[in-house]
């Protein structure tokens, strides 16, 4: 195989989890051009077709089996009809997620001594308990792969300290800590576990801040390349981290952030650093 041809998934059956907009959707459509068999799933089924159309114009149909992750019993039977639909999982990118929500839904940006319990239940129900579940479903699928893998959408907010989003930065962190302990356990398996960490990606989720002008540029002015990641860019990293030209690599938290990780990273932001840092 060649090295170009690693990052073919042709006849791959695979899962997308949050695949009705913005980043799942990307990674739906990535995998699909990679050549993947695709399962979706969200909660809303509109939304779905107009994905599963983007990914059936490049290939075969994608299954559609719409349905709440944060609902008791609704991982395991999304993960199993994918599964008995498509013969079989050699690949899950579980990419559902949330930030808390005021009920009108905007996010709901608020110090953990303000964030009322409900709020941190609900994203910890979606973020963490679902993913929790989707794995463990998941499991006997992707170890009768025999090479298979499996990819956990975290956040760059789950590496860094997040304030205002406690909540959403402690249940990506679990999603890193998930990650790495179940990529040792079913390592000899045959299933790679990764978590790959987003940095600011213009989606829905982010619609509060990039199309608020000022909200826009203080937080680009912390993102060291300057500008807001593409879903496309993010479904890039997702189809490395499930083909085989990511054979090797296994229970890493890959930070896709434009080097806002980086320590001082912030400082890019900056256009004239005061003395002694400036360097002429
Ligand atoms: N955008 C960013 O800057 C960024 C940065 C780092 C990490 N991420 C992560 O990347 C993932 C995708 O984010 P995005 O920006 O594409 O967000 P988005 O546009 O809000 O999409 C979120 C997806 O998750 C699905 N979803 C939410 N709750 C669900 C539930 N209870 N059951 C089933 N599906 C559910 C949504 O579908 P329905 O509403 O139809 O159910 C939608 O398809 C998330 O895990 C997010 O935390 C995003």
Known sequence: ??????????????????????IGRAVAVALAQAGARLALTARTGEALKATAEQVGALGGPA??????????????????????????????VHNAGILPTLPDGSPLLAPLQLLPQAAWDEVVAVNLNA?????????PHLAASGSASLVLMSSVAGVIGAPLMEAYAA??????SLARSLAVGWA???IRVNALCPGWTRTDMTSFAHTNGPVNDWLLAHVPLGRWAD???????????????????????LLLDGGVSVPDGGLAGIPKPPSPFAVS
């Open 1 to 22: 195989m060649s090295t170009l041809d690693s990052f073919r998934l042709d006849g791959a059956r695979a899962l997308v989890t949050g695949a009705s907009r913005g």
């Open 63 to 92: 299954l559609l089996v719409p349905g709440d992750l944060a609902v008791g019993g609704e991982p395991g039977r999304v993960v199993d009809q994918a599964a008995e639909a498509l013969g079989g999982l050699d690949v899950v």
């Open 131 to 139: 993913t929790a579940a989707l794995c463990r479903h998941a499991h």
């Open 171 to 176: 249940s990506k962190a679990a999603q890193i």
């Open 188 to 190: 000899r398996q045959g």
């Open 231 to 253: 879903p496309q860019e993010v479904a890039a990293a997702a189809l490395f981290l499930a083909s085989p030209a990511a054979g090797y690599l296994t229970g890493q938290a």
